[in-house]
């Protein structure tokens, strides 16, 4: 099971993330954002969710420092998404997470995929 990286695709404009779900603000990633938006999951595997932020510049954004995934029952990073060592195919709810993270990733029309 792969996490998926993301680039920002070019010329975004504000407006169009605001149309995306993005609000005015920031949230526990980056306190003094500009824009923010969360995507819940909950399931039986629990409560999660991504967090993505934009700081001062919109251009300046990238999937590691701009995202977090949380673990929302404990309301911490959910530690299992960022470790590159594990077998991932032995733990059912990250895999979940991470099938639902590429999945909302994906879908998000000012995104696109970094191919390795």
Not at 6 to 18: G, I, P, S
Not at 21 to 48: M, T
Not at 62 to 79: A, K, Q, T
């Amino acid at each position: 099971m792969k996490i998926n990286r993301y680039a920002l695709k070019n010329d975004v404009t504000r407006r169009q993330l605001e149309e995306c779900g993005f609000v005015p603000g920031g949230s526990c990633l980056l306190r003094d954002a500009v824009l923010y938006r969360s995507h819940f999951i909950a399931d039986k595997y629990g409560r999660f969710s991504i967090r993505i932020v934009f700081k001062d510049a919109i251009d300046d954004w990238n999937d590691l420092d701009n995202v977090l995934v949380m673990e929302d029952d404990f309301g911490i990073r959910y530690n299992a998404f960022y470790r590159h060592d594990n077998d991932r195919k032995a733990f059912p709810t990250l895999r979940h997470v991470i099938e639902e993270y590429n999945s909302f990733m994906d879908a998000q029309p000012y995104l696109e995929r970094i191919e390795d």
